[in-house]
């Protein structure tokens, strides 16, 4: 069932999500090359309702939900043609489950198969159902902060064996073994960010889980506990990104609605010139399936942006020397600033965002 087991053992359509977990403790901790690979995203509308609708855009795949007892199943089938592919075509199938958490509009899908099916079929799905379902991200900070409570909550030690950081030109992978606050204090990161890693999570030799999480909402279960891996990793990356998400949806705009802005802070005066708005441009300008005009780069910055995902617009002002606002236009979704959040933060600086309040004038303000 959805890659840990073949369903022969249990009826289809008739497991509980105690069940499944039972199956996915079995089978994680018997089989050394058996994962729980898991994505957590933001659903804008109710998925078991916006995933099947992919067949009817994409002739070569079928898309099928199935509710089971406290989730739902989705089985994936689609058809990859390439020349460089022995025949022209090839075949990519397999199943995951997806849960809600609590009444939130956050959910997280997990499988069991290998990592062809996680890019190509699992994560391929999501990244069709844009601008219905968003991908989620966790800055450095926020993936300090998430290890930090499943350390505080579970009273675990926390050692990284694998990290892989980003600079603004390129990525390096490090094998060093060591615990995870040393990760967040590397050089490396200068001008950079953490984009994965492996740990574990033990106390006095006895492992809790063996873990894996990436700034895309990305996590996965090597061995261990499941209970634990989902209830303090899985759900502390719930809490650390709600904040921020609840920032998103309040700022978005539906077509003539209410302007909200949003300004984005960071730690250093990383805009002091004409080249460092630059900069900034460049890397909003490498954005995917956006188009953008350049009204002022020299002193200060303005552009405005164009999301074709679904049709968003943006106008995007670099406001003081370690600030930047973002002013949806007349529509701006949700799925739109994640997006344009997540490029600043991956190819310019990672900042954290708010709600740019509005500027109190009296009369003073407007009198010599």
Not at 47 to 62: K, M, Y
Not at 160 to 167: A, G
Not at 243 to 257: A, H, I, N, P
Request: aromatic share 10%; net charge negative; with cysteine.
């Amino acid at each position: 069932m959805h890659g840990f087991q073949d369903g022969a053992a249990i009826e289809y359509g008739d497991v509980s999500w105690s069940g499944f977990k039972g199956l996915i403790d079995s089978e994680i901790n018997n089989n050394t090359y058996s994962k729980a690979r898991c994505k957590t995203v933001f659903c804008h509308k109710p998925p078991h309702e916006v995933l099947p609708r992919i067949t009817d855009r994409q002739e070569s795949a079928i898309v099928e939900v199935t509710e089971e007892e406290d989730f739902y199943s989705v089985s994936v089938s689609r058809t990859i043609e390439r020349s460089d592919i022995d025949g022209g075509e090839r075949q990519v199938e397999g199943t995951f489950a997806l849960y809600q958490h609590g009444g939130s509009q956050i959910w997280t899908a997990l499988t069991g198969y290998d990592p062809d099916f996680f890019k190509r079929g699992f994560k391929w799905v999501f990244k069709r159902s844009e601008p219905h379902i968003s991908n989620l991200y966790a800055d450095s900070e926020e993936l300090r902060d998430i290890l930090k409570r499943v350390e505080r909550e579970l009273s675990v030690d926390i050692t990284v064996d694998k990290t892989v950081v980003y600079s603004r030109d390129e990525g390096q992978i490090s094998f060093q073994t060591r615990p995870y606050k040393q990760v967040f204090t590397d050089n490396k990161l200068t001008n950079g960010y953490v984009d994965k890693l492996n740990f574990t999570a033990t106390r006095n030799g006895e492992l809790f889980f063996d873990g894996f999480i990436s700034r895309e909402g990305v996590t996965k279960l090597n061995a261990g506990e499941p209970d634990l891996f989902y209830k303090y990793l899985v759900g502390s990356l719930v809490n650390v990104v709600s904040d921020k998400l609840e920032v998103l949806v309040d700022t978005s705009r539906e077509e003539g609605g209410q302007i909200t802005e949003i300004e984005v802070e960071f730690d250093e005066d990383v805009l002091r010139s004409p080249a460092d708005n630059r900069e900034l441009i460049d890397a909003l300008d490498d954005l995917t399936k956006t188009t953008m005009a350049v009204f002022h780069d020299n002193p200060y910055a303005h552009l405005s942006l164009v999301d074709f995902v679904d049709g968003s617009n943006h106008d995007i002002y670099v406001t003081g020397s370690n600030t930047v606002s973002i002013v949806p236009g007349y529509k701006g979704s949700v799925n739109s600033l994640i997006r344009v959040a997540d490029q600043l933060s991956k190819e310019f600086q990672e900042g954290v965002m708010h709600v740019r309040e509005e500027p109190n004038y009296d009369l003073t303000d407007f009198v010599a």
